[in-house]
């Protein structure tokens, strides 16, 4: 239970390149991919996780070498976080910035192309907010966490009480 088949130092080495390398690949998946998943994503996620297990670990299942996995993840983690906001080239890296869907009620097609988002997503947002026409928003922003903000234009009243009451009965 608490005797490594490996060295620890090993242990510490694979889980550290193995969180680059998933994170990169998820960074690289954008903005949707993390905010929003779908159940195939969850799917994905789940078998790399699995996937990632062994190559962390080097075969040694033993409890200890599980702790020095966790504590690994954590830490890297930390750290990471703590250099990307010192140095810039990082900082663009493992950030994000939110992307204009929505300018004045025009869409912005090569963002939606870009960050992979739908006219349906973007519509059902602009739903959810309680806003009728695309042409009623002052803007829509595809936020870093992968939800999409609608900010409606002044004095556009949304529909919200009265859809949910249509939508009752």
Known sequence: MFTLSVPWWEIVIRTAVVYVVV???????????????????????LVI?????????????????GVIAAV??????????RVAHRVPF???IFSSEPTLLVDDG???QH????????????EMAIREKGVEKVS?????IL???????????????????RHLRQLRH
């Open 49 to 65: 996780a699995n996937a990632v297990q062994n190559a962390m670990n080097g075969g040694d299942n033993s409890l200890l070498g």
């Open 23 to 45: 994170f990169l690949l998820l960074r690289l998946s954008g903005k949707r991919e993390l905010g929003q998943m779908t159940p195939f994503e969850l799917v994905v996620l």
């Open 143 to 161: 936020e870093v966490n992968g939800d999409i903000s609608v900010i409606p234009k002044e004095g556009v009243g949304t529909r919200r009480r």
């Open 72 to 81: 690994t993840l954590v830490v890297t983690n930390l750290v990471f976080q």
């Open 90 to 92: 990082l900082e663009r």
């Open 136 to 140: 009623d928003v002052k803007a829509a």
């Open 106 to 108: 025009k869409i912005i």
């Open 111 to 122: 963002h939606m192309d870009r960050e992979d988002v739908s006219m349906d997503e973007l």
